[in-house]
């Protein structure tokens, strides 16, 4: 992949993964997980897709959803983007999102 994945995005993604096998098993959670990696490869090439996080303190920060998930992240140049945050969409998104930019 050619995009940076901060910590924080990858530790929501291992457990989303977790919680998705526990769930429903591991093809279940293979596949959603290549759908979050497929949305961010879109919001790569299609500019059109992002929406801008319109929060105090996450200047230049976009987002793109997935099923019941945000994707955030901030353009690095040329084509790359950088995700700092994966979160479901009943989390206190304005805090934890908050703290995963901070933690950039």
């Known amino acids: 992949m050619r995009h940076k ?6 530790r929501a993604i ?3 993964w977790q ?8 093809e279940q959670a293979d596949q959603y997980v ?3 990696a497929d949305a961010v490869e ?3 090439r299609d500019r059109s897709l992002w ?4 929060r105090e303190g996450v200047a230049g920060v ?3 959803k997935h099923q019941r998930h945000f994707i955030f992240f901030r353009e690095l140049g040329r084509g790359r983007l950088g ?7 009943n989390m206190n998104i304005p805090i934890r999102l908050k703290n995963d930019v901070d933690g950039v």
């Not at 994945?5 to 990858?10: E, Q, S």
């Open 5 to 10: 994945i901060f910590p924080a995005a990858k």
């Open 14 to 16: 291992r457990d989303i």
């Open 19 to 26: 919680y998705t096998n526990r769930t429903w098993g591991t």
């Open 34 to 36: 290549r759908g979050l």
């Open 42 to 44: 879109k919001a790569g």
């Open 51 to 54: 929406k801008r996080a319109n």
């Open 62 to 64: 976009f987002y793109v």
């Open 83 to 89: 995700v700092i945050s994966v979160l479901h969409d």
